[in-house]
C-alpha cells in the first residue's frame, strides 16, 4: 500500500496526492517491484472505495492484475460489469479474506486499496506481511495504522530505494 510519510492513504480530499505516482511511472527499481507484485497475486482484495475509485477513473481493464478481485462490500453494483477482470462482491472482512485466499491458489492475496480494510485485516490477524510503499510527502488525510491501541509489531525484511518513493516489506509479528 503507497503511504506518505506521515503514515496517510490520501489528503484529506480523498484524493491520491502523489502516492502513486512512482507506480504510474515507474523507475526500473520500482518497475522490478510492480513486476514482482503482479507475479505474486493470486487474488487482489480491495475495499468497495478503492472499486469505486477504479471504476470512476474509467475502470479496470488496463490493470495489470489479472487474478480475481475480491471486494469487501455490503453495498454491490446493481448492474453486471461486462468487465475482463473476475470481481467477487463480498460482505464482511473475514469472509472476503476466505474468498481471496481460495481464489489465489498458491499465489499472494495482495491488499490493493482500502485503508479500512487493511487495518481491519491487519486487527483481526488475517495479515502475514506489510508492503508499504513510502512516498516523500506529507498529506494530512487518513492514515493506515491508526487504531492499534496495543500497537503493531513489524519486522523488516527488505528495504528498495527508489527515485520518489522507498519500498518496505515487514513480517507481521515479532
Excluded at 10 to 33: E, K, Q, V
Excluded at 111 to 135: F, I, K, T
Amino acid at each position: 500500500m503507497a503511504v506518505s510519510l506521515d503514515g496517510c492513504t490520501s489528503a484529506p480530499d480523498g484524493t491520491d496526492g502523489g502516492l502513486h505516482d512512482w507506480y504510474f511511472d515507474p523507475s526500473p527499481s520500482s518497475r522490478a517491484i510492480i513486476d514482482e507484485l503482479v507475479e505474486e497475486a493470486g487474488a487482489l482484495l480491495i475495499g468497495r472505495g478503492a472499486f469505486g475509485s477504479g471504476e470512476d477513473a474509467g475502470g479496470w481493464d488496463d490493470t495489470p492484475y489479472r487474478v480475481p478481485h475480491i471486494v469487501v462490500t455490503h453495498r454491490p453494483p446493481a448492474r453486471p460489469l461486462g468487465r475482463t477482470i473476475d470481481f467477487r462482491f463480498v460482505e464482511g472482512v473475514p469472509e472476503a479474506v476466505a474468498a481471496a485466499v481460495a481464489a489465489a491458489g498458491d499465489g499472494v492475496v495482495a491488499l490493493g486499496g482500502g485503508a479500512d480494510v487493511a487495518r481491519q485485516c491487519l486487527a483481526a490477524g488475517l495479515v502475514d506481511e506489510v508492503q508499504l510503499h513510502v512516498v516523500p510527502v506529507v498529506l494530512g488525510g487518513p492514515r493506515l495504522f491508526d487504531g492499534f491501541p496495543g500497537g503493531l509489531r513489524l519486522t523488516p525484511t527488505r528495504v528498495v530505494d527508489a527515485p520518489n518513493v522507498t519500498h518496505l516489506r515487514y513480517r507481521v509479528g515479532g
